[in-house]
């Protein structure tokens, strides 16, 4: 009896897949294809190059190597360096927010502090009957006064100096000026008016008077002698 199709040993059926590549390798795509070929067709035009040719093709690819690796380091430390000024800035920004934050608080406790001032020389220009009749509230402003003053000491604040000074506009506001023998012209006489600053800020400048040179006084004429005899 012959054997049937089924009854043969070792005959394998015929698979209805796509075929494989030799080794198992599943097909590459085109677009592998194509770079493999084109970096092949580059390796063999560089082959085919005379060795000098080799050599100054080789140069040129490692000069524009260099320089894309240059300009790429340039652009990360531009970026790194902006990277820092931006940080520092803020830095700044904030520290500043910080300080001057109470400015205008501030601004608005001084005239209490002036007017405990003013409180404090009316009193001590009162007679002695009238001063030891308000000594205990004499010293309760002062206390007031100093326990002011150190809170605002302890925030930054300080008394702008003037008397004796060479005027400066950025400190000071000049309300007059007034004779004067013993200050040079230019310098502050007196202030009318404190002004504070907070840290390195001026938040009110200082009212002040301005020395100038005395008036000349007309030079006396003598008398001419008579001409006519």
């Known amino acids: 009896m012959a054997a049937g199709p089924q009854d043969i040993d070792g005959e394998p ?32 035009d560089l082959d085919s190059l005379p060795l000098e040719e080799q050599v100054s093709a080789l140069k040129s690819n490692l000069a524009s190597a260099q320089k894309e690796a240059a300009d790429n380091l340039d652009s990360a430390q531009r970026a790194q360096a902006e990277m820092v000024n931006f ?39 009162q007679t002695d009957a009238q001063a030891g009749a308000n000594e205990s509230l004499l010293e309760g ?12 000491e302890s925030e930054g604040v300080a008394a ?19 004779e004067s023998e013993e200050m040079e012209p230019g310098y502050v006489t007196q202030i009318l008016r404190p002004g504070f ?28 002698p008579s001409e006519n005899q």
């Open 87 to 125: 940080r520092r800035r803020t830095d700044e920004d904030r520290i500043a927010n910080s300080k001057y934050s109470n400015s205008r608080l501030i601004a608005n406790i001084l005239p209490v502090l002036e007017e405990l001032g003013l409180a404090i020389s009316h009193t001590e220009g």
């Open 160 to 178: 702008i100096e003037a008397v004796g000074l060479m005027f400066n506009p950025l400190e000071h506001e000049a309300v007059g000026t007034e």
């Open 141 to 152: 402003i002062k206390l007031i006064q100093r326990k002011l003053t150190g809170v605002l």
């Open 197 to 224: 600053r907070l840290h390195d800020r001026v938040i009110r400048p200082a009212q002040v008077m301005v020395a100038r040179p005395p008036e000349s006084q007309p030079d006396s004429q003598p008398d001419n």
């Open 13 to 44: 059926e015929e698979s209805g897949g796509q075929p494989e590549e030799p080794g198992g390798q599943p097909e590459k795509s085109g677009l592998e294809q194509e770079l493999e070929e084109l970096l092949a067709q580059a390796a063999v």
